[in-house]
Nanobody, 120 residues
């Protein structure tokens, strides 16, 4: 059974940085795409960033230029580096792994989420 565990969330001042990690167990992430979603209070969950098994990345317009998704297959871990954080980035962040079909990412396994609060 695949398990994903996020870490690295917390409270940060606006303009600051955080790096989220997503450690996988039960399966290698090598052949999966990985993504990060977030859900702010009272809002729908939104896709923030994805990275394919080949390393191709995509970002939501709201985080382009500020967030960087990466993966270390040797460590079976994915990352989301978040810079220049804004109050509107406050949310619970979820990592997931899944497949890509016709350029659409389909998450299969989810972590439990890690909370990020950006104080202005």
């Amino acid at each position: 059974q695949v398990q994903l565990v996020e870490s690295g969330g917390g409270l940060v001042l606006a303009g600051g940085s955080l790096r989220l990690s997503c450690a996988a167990s039960g399966s290698t992430i090598l052949f999966y795409a990985m993504g990060w979603y977030r859900q702010a209070p009272g809002k729908q969950r939104e896709l923030v960033a994805t990275i394919t098994s080949g390393g191709n990345t995509n970002y939501a317009d709201s985080v382009k230029g500020r967030f960087t998704i990466s993966r270390d297959n040797g460590k079976n871990t994915g990352y989301l580096q978040m810079n220049s954080l804004k109050a509107e980035d406050t949310a619970v962040y979820y990592c997931n792994i899944g497949g890509v079909q016709f350029s659409t990412y389909y998450p299969t396994y989810w972590g439990q989420g890690t909370s990020v609060t950006v104080s202005s």
